[in-house]
């Protein structure tokens, strides 16, 4: 009888457990495609070095997996606990009717894990099905191909899954037992009869703690302007902006409430228009008794925003880094000049040391070597110039200049397909590898600043341009001049870059290089290489750790707002559920009630994350500069793949709240 009477209640329900359905799916679903990762490589071309990346990646979200958990069992048992308060009568009629504490127990236990049952099987399907389409995610993230396409599941993952959800669930029956067999048959059958009253009943007070709250956003909005992530002591600002930013928001929510009545019944038309005074007085009742929650879910869809806007675009940054920094696949370092030491000659060339069967190798494609020169004496050095190196985080005064033969860098130009260059005697090119040099870059060709080397005088030939120099990152500007006058300069190091046919050409010539450099006798003539396909086993897993954190952490948070939100939505529609009875008693027209639910609905889901948003604006402008050091930003795309990232799960939240809530006014 229990079971019959347990499905007939869950079949009653169907519509009331939309969103708790709904948020135990999206967690399931979510939980097993994140742990499934380390089984969608199976799809991919994967080197041995990209494969212990994932390996070690998947090991750190199987820990944050955990913390998740934890987030997700506290709002399962929230969302439960909303489902007891609403069902407060029915169980009061139950044990009126001579049912036992422990019979209502076994029905709810009963319909916890019919619930928990399905909700597993759904959400795993849907984890399983959006695991295919994430590994085109993943291998987009890895930046390898896709192979032959099959379907993949990981037992793994599901197998976790399931775990963890029986927890909780099993957190969620106990939860369940403890309320019923310590609730009094009084509370359950006049519980919802308690109404809620306002914190603060003066209005001038509301308004006057409202604009404190505003004055102490502004205030930290104004700090975290000068917050610039450079020398310690400026720490002080986030601070201060932290804590300034979180009392502002608890206030704001605080005061809101008497705040938004004054400001409408001053404004009688609006007031005083259709059901707008019932509204106002719900939304700011609700508002006003679950401040700290709503000021909470503010500040976590902030961070929310935040984390996935900064996410996806450093994932773009630092893709677009990678492939300007690896720009070869090999860079062969030669051993540096040592005065004391090297002859007069300098140092030895590279390629024409390496063995014949490296020089004579098939897997190469093109090479081209380089040597960098630099200026003893006066012009040197940046001092020497009349140059505004303050602009500049760190001080360059004292840093030689580098120079290059034209015949090297056209060399370097064609193996990266680029036109070579010429250059008359008295004049210089400039490159850089570094944008933040570009100002100083700049200022040679705009103040038209002559270098003197030995007899001859020269002065900038264009604009200066950026140019990929190695794979170990130079970092510096490069002065290009004719080959004649590098013999007044010192040779300082040597460089060789190498370009392979394909990539297994690649794999095949790194084992000979890594022998080679391995076995060089006393003569030493590389002391270091750097490979493509190592910077980017290395580089990517960083990249993907950023991605994948960011969007595991924004989902599950962005979730857990929302079904607060909504929760709390649905207990004021079953709590008020009388009041609107009233209403349709006086005549009220159906269309106008359901107008005035939407808009109180619509109003406390807006309200925090609008504030967020504007928290948002802020935090992602200093986000944003800090990431613009790295390299340029699509901030049209951020913006574009956040906000559709808010819509469909906020929406999707928003609109069942609505439908379950005038489900349970219509009952």
Not at 536 to 542: E, P, W
Not at 616 to 630: D, P, Q, R
Request: charge should be neutral.
């Amino acid at each position: 009888m229990l079971t019959k009477l347990a499905f007939k209640n869950l079949g009653k329900s169907v519509r009331d457990y939309a969103v708790y359905f709904l948020t135990l799916v999206l967690g399931v679903s979510i939980f097993y495609m994140f742990n499934s990762i380390y089984a969608q490589q199976e799809l991919m071309k994967l080197s041995e070095s990209t494969v212990l990346a994932i390996s070690s990646m998947t090991e750190l979200l199987s820990y944050i997996s955990a913390f998740i958990a934890v987030i997700l069992g506290f709002l399962i048992v929230y969302a439960n606990n909303f489902f007891i308060k609403r069902r407060k009568k029915e169980l009061g009629v139950y044990m009126t009717l001579g049912m036992t504490r422990k019979s209502i127990s076994i029905i709810f236990l009963l319909e916890t894990s019919l619930m928990a049952i399905f909700a597993l099987a759904v959400g795993l399907i849907l984890g399983v099905f959006g695991s295919q389409f994430m590994s085109i995610f993943t291998a987009n993230i890895f930046e390898v191909d896709l192979t032959e396409y099959k379907f993949i599941f990981s037992l793994d993952a599901a197998l976790k899954s399931v775990l963890y959800f029986v927890v909780i669930f099993f957190v969620v029956a106990l939860f369940n037992v403890i309320v019923i067999n310590k609730v009094k048959l009084i509370d359950l059958l006049y519980g919802g009869r308690k109404n809620e009253t306002l914190k603060i009943k003066n209005t001038m007070l509301s308004a006057g703690l409202f604009l404190v709250s505003v004055i102490l956003l502004i205030i930290a909005y104004c700090l975290i302007f000068k917050f610039d992530f450079g020398p310690t002591e400026n720490s002080k600002y986030l601070k201060g902006a932290i804590i300034l930013g979180a009392i502002g928001t608890f206030l704001f929510f605080f005061a809101l409430a008497g705040f938004f009545i004054k400001l409408l019944q001053s404004r009688k038309k609006l007031y005083y228009k259709n059901l707008n005074i019932f509204v106002v007085r719900q939304l700011s009742s609700k508002m006003n008794t679950n401040f700290i929650s709503v000021s909470m879910v503010c500040l976590v869809l902030f961070l929310v925003i935040v984390v996935f806007s900064a996410g996806y675009s450093a994932q773009n940054i630092l893709s677009a880094k990678l492939q300007q920094q690896a720009a070869y696949d090999f860079s062969l370092e030669g051993v540096p000049y040592h005065p004391e030491s090297d002859t007069e000659e300098g140092i030895p060339e590279i390629f024409n040391n390496l063995p014949e069967e490296l020089q004579n190798s098939g897997e190469i494609k093109n090479h081209a070597e380089y040597t960098f020169f630099n200026m003893e004496g006066s012009g040197g050095e940046y001092g020497d110039y009349n140059l505004d190196l303050s602009v500049l985080d760190s001080d360059i005064s004292g840093s030689s200049l580098y120079f290059m033969k034209l015949s090297d860098y056209n060399q370097l130009r064609q193996i990266n397909g680029a036109t070579p260059c010429s250059l008359p005697d008295n004049e210089y090119l400039i490159s850089y590898e570094d944008s933040d040099l570009s100002v100083i870059a700049d200022q040679f060709v705009d103040k038209k600043i002559a270098i003197t080397i030995g007899t001859n005088t020269m002065n900038a030939k264009m604009e200066a341009e950026r140019f990929t120099f190695g794979n170990r990152y130079f970092g510096g500007i490069v002065f290009v001049v004719n080959d004649d006058w590098t013999s007044a300069l010192q040779i300082q190091r040597r460089v060789l870059n190498i370009n392979c046919k394909d990539e297994a050409a690649a794999s095949a010539l790194q084992k000979k290089i890594y022998e080679f450099i391995n076995n060089q006798d006393e003569k030493q003539v590389v002391v270091r290489y750097d490979s493509k396909q190592d910077i980017y086993a290395s580089s990517v897993s960083d990249k993907a750790l950023a991605s994948f954190l960011s969007l595991y952490l924004s989902f599950v948070f962005m979730i857990t707002c929302a079904a607060i939100l909504a929760i709390q939505q649905l207990s004021e529609a079953a709590d008020n559920k009388e009041r609107y009875q009233l209403l349709r008693k006086l005549g009220t027209e159906k269309k106008m009630m359901n107008k005035a639910l939407f808009t109180q609905i619509l109003c406390y889901f807006l309200i925090p994350l609008a504030l967020a948003i504007v928290h948002s604006l802020v935090g992602l402008k200093v986000v944003y500069t800090m990431l613009s050091e790295f390299g340029n930003i699509n901030v049209l795309s951020s913006i574009i793949a956040t906000a559709a990232f808010i819509i469909v799960i906020y929406g999707a939240y928003f609109i069942l709240t609505y439908v379950g809530s005038k489900n349970i006014v219509k009952k």
